[in-house]
Each structure stands twice: as C-alpha cells, then as structure tokens.
C-alpha cells in the first residue's frame, strides 16, 4: 500500500477487522547487526513506528536533519536502543522492519513509500515503510531532495576536476522565458517563481491539493505546495491544503483561472 497517512491507515486496518497496532520483539540478528549485544529481553517495536525499551518504557524519537529540504516533521526519525549500558542511535524504520518483516532484508534499502509524497516520519509497517532496491529508494524521494542532491553531485565532481560543467538545457517554458536550465525537462528558478505565484492562487481558489501539484506536471502537490509557500506567500498549511476540496461553484470559477494562470 501507498500513499495515505497514518489517519487513513488506521481506519483502514480497523474497517478490516485487523488490531490497530501490533508490538513484535527486535530480533537478535539485530543486535548483532548494529553491535549491541544480545539481550535476555528485547526491545518491541509496533507496526506503528512507536519503540520500547525491554522494560516496557516508551522510546521517544527525533529529526535527523535529513533530508534538509524538508521541515523537521517531515524528515528521518532516530532512535537510541541501550543495551548493558551500550547505546546506539539507529533509523526509527530499521527496528520496526526488523521485527515485522525480517525476511526480505538481504542488501535492501528501506524505503518510505508514496513516490515522493511519503512523510520519513511515518514508518508504519506495510502502508509507509517496506524493503526495497536502491533506485526504488531514490525514486520515492521528493523532487526538490532528487534535483538538490544531483546539483551538489554535479558541482563536487567538477570542483574535483571529475566532470566537464554539466550540459545546458532549453527551461520547460523556454518559448516565454528563453532561459537554460543544468537539467533536461526541468524550469528555470524564475519559472519556479511563477509556479510558487501560480500554485497559491490556485489553492486560494479551493483547487485540490494533488490537482495543483497535476496543472504543473508534478505527481503530487508537496513540490508544488512548498513554492507557493515560499514564493506566493500561501499561509494555509498542508494539512490545510490537503483536507481542501472546491465547491461546485469554486469548480466552474477554477476553469477560468487555470487558463489565466497557465502551467
């Protein structure tokens, strides 16, 4: 399963008939794994993303700062496992996939799922987080964590003499803008602009959250959403934005607008 939070999620487990959370022991391979030893008694992760301690304590979780394009909330969660006074921080996910699906483990990436429209916050097991391959890791990042970290790749190999200066492209909106962009099909930053300015006054007007992200030729409306924040000055949060949903009237009006707003 894909897509979703954990809202949605527990409604659909508990219209199933399923329990709303499930605790299973970390298993010793684990340990093993990260170099803690072995304890008489485990700790528990759930299928929620929550950790205990063997003596049933509630471990609480934090940002890792990564990926840095995104707020705290929204970013990889860390976890401290102690063991006979041993202590290793390790990716919240990582215990939580451990006990819950042990056995696709074998040179896998752990992935959050949603194709860049997954929260690194949310690692419920199977609907948020899963084993997978590197480039399906790398395919469920955002697009603004992808296109940051192919810029800083570019740069460093040409600062270390590695690369020629990466190739010039014509901008996605080149026939009104006439600018170059280092990547095919992307938009120049004063496209990016025009989106941001474009995204807010959609979403102002009742549109949808996804269909915005969609009248720009994105997947989702993350990208979307944070360029309206930073360059239309949209105050709605996401929540906000997501829960959103045009009145009939606002339906017909929106017509009109996108063809103003263009894409």
């Given amino acids: 399963m894909t897509g979703g939070n954990p809202e949605t999620w527990l409604a659909a487990r508990l219209a199933a008939g399923k329990p709303a959370e499930t605790w ?7 340990y093993e794994q990260i170099g ?11 299928d929620q993303g929550g950790h ?5 304590i509630d471990l609480a979780t934090r940002p890792n700062g990564r990926p840095r394009e995104l707020p705290p909330q929204e970013q ?23 006990a819950h ?13 949603g194709r860049g429209r997954a929260c690194r916050a949310w690692n419920w097991w199977p609907e948020g987080i899963a084993w997978g391959t590197r ?5 469920d990042k955002p697009e603004e964590v992808r296109v940051a970290a192919a810029a800083k790749g570019a740069a460093t190999r040409v600062a270390a003499g590695l690369g ?7 901008c996605v909106n080149y026939i009104r803008c006439g600018a170059m962009v280092v990547t095919e099909g992307r938009r120049c930053e004063a496209c990016f602009v025009q989106v941001g300015k474009g995204a807010t006054v959609l979403l102002n007007a009742g549109m949808r959250f996804q269909d915005v992200g969609e009248h720009f030729g994105y997947t989702a409306g993350d990208w979307t959403y944070k360029l309206a924040v930073e360059h239309g000055g949209y105050a709605r949060t996401k929540a906000q934005a997501r829960m959103q949903r045009p009145t009939l009237w606002q339906c017909v009006r929106l017509i009109w607008i996108k063809r103003r707003v263009g894409g």
């Fill in 24 to 30: 299973k022991p970390v298993p010793a391979w684990y």
């Fill in 36 to 46: 803690l030893p072995v304890p008489a008694v485990p700790h528990q992760a759930s």
């Fill in 52 to 56: 205990r301690s063997p003596n049933g």
């Fill in 76 to 98: 990889y969660r860390l976890v401290n496992l102690s063991v006979g006074g041993v202590k290793k921080t390790v990716h919240a996910a990582h215990p939580v996939l451990a």
């Fill in 101 to 113: 699906c042990p056995e696709a483990r074998d040179g896998r990436d752990v992935r959050h799922l």
């Fill in 135 to 139: 480039s399906e890791n790398e395919m």
């Fill in 164 to 170: 020629a200066p990466p190739a010039t492209f014509k």
